[in-house]
């Protein structure tokens, strides 16, 4: 079954740190690009980081440069994220997401069931 | 950034009924349009990508069109697990893949 398992979040006070996990099984995960998507509560979707298959390239949303620092180990098929000076604002649920091929238009097919990160003194 | 809006941001409709959520792109994006459904608690699950193809295994009552800046998702005859928030995302702007704000559907 293909599939990716988030962990790591959990309650931080501000100007904290955190890292996150996903774990993916069931597909070749050193063949996709990933990426970690948000949702602070009772809010929409947000786009935060994305890494490529050999990690070449990465990006950061603007709310998050500086402050959160993406990476993978395709050996252990795992991706990363390391959440630094963390704010309030930061607060959400946290998905990793497979970015399909181009087969799927580059569309965000299988996500995780998510991670909560809650950012409060 | 592409900014995406949609429309209406809260839809009520009965169990049969035929419903049509609209996003507009503040650019073109020629097709590079995806649609995803949410439940309350749960990840957003792909629907639809390239403005108009069915990922496999979503029901054919579920369809897209539309190109350039504006697209359409509609449900043909809504059933009661289609009651979610649904949102659109484009894929033109590598890596800046922008969600629109959510469409609620609320049972009437």
């Known amino acids: 079954e293909v599939q990716l398992v988030e962990s790591g979040g959990g309650l931080v006070k501000p100007g904290g740190s955190l890292r996150l996990s996903c774990a993916a099984s069931?597909?070749?995960?050193?063949?996709?690009?990933m990426n970690w998507v948000r949702q602070a509560p009772g809010k929409g979707l947000e786009w935060v980081s994305s890494?490529?298959?050999?990690?070449?390239?990465?990006y950061y949303a603007d709310s998050v440069k500086g402050r959160f620092t993406i990476s993978r180990d395709n050996a252990k098929n795992s991706l990363y994220l390391q959440m630094n000076s963390l704010r309030a604002e930061d607060t959400a649920v946290y998905y990793c997401?497979?970015?399909?091929?181009?087969?799927?238009?580059?569309?965000?097919?299988?996500w995780g069931q998510g991670t909560m990160v809650t950012v409060s003194s | 950034d592409i900014q995406l809006t949609q429309s209406p941001s809260f839809l009520s409709a009965s169990v049969g009924d035929r419903v049509t959520i609209t996003c507009r792109a503040s650019?073109?994006?020629?097709?590079?349009l995806a649609w995803y459904q949410q439940k309350p608690g749960k990840a957003p699950k792909l629907l639809i990508y390239?403005?108009?193809t069915l990922q496999s295994g979503v029901p054919s009552r579920f369809s897209g069109s539309g190109s350039g800046t504006e697209f359409t998702l509609t449900i043909s005859s809504l059933q009661p697990e289609d009651f979610a928030t649904y949102y659109c995302?484009?894929?033109?702007?590598?890596?800046?893949?922008?969600f629109g704000q959510g469409t609620k559907l609320e049972i009437k």
């Open positions: 069931g597909f070749t995960f050193s063949s996709y690009s």
């Open positions: 650019q073109g994006i020629s097709s590079y």
């Open positions: 890494i490529s298959s050999s990690s070449s390239y990465i």
């Open positions: 390239a403005a108009s």
């Open positions: 995302q484009q894929l033109n702007s590598y890596p800046l893949y922008t």
């Open positions: 997401a497979r970015k399909g091929s181009r087969g799927t238009g580059d569309a965000f097919d299988i």
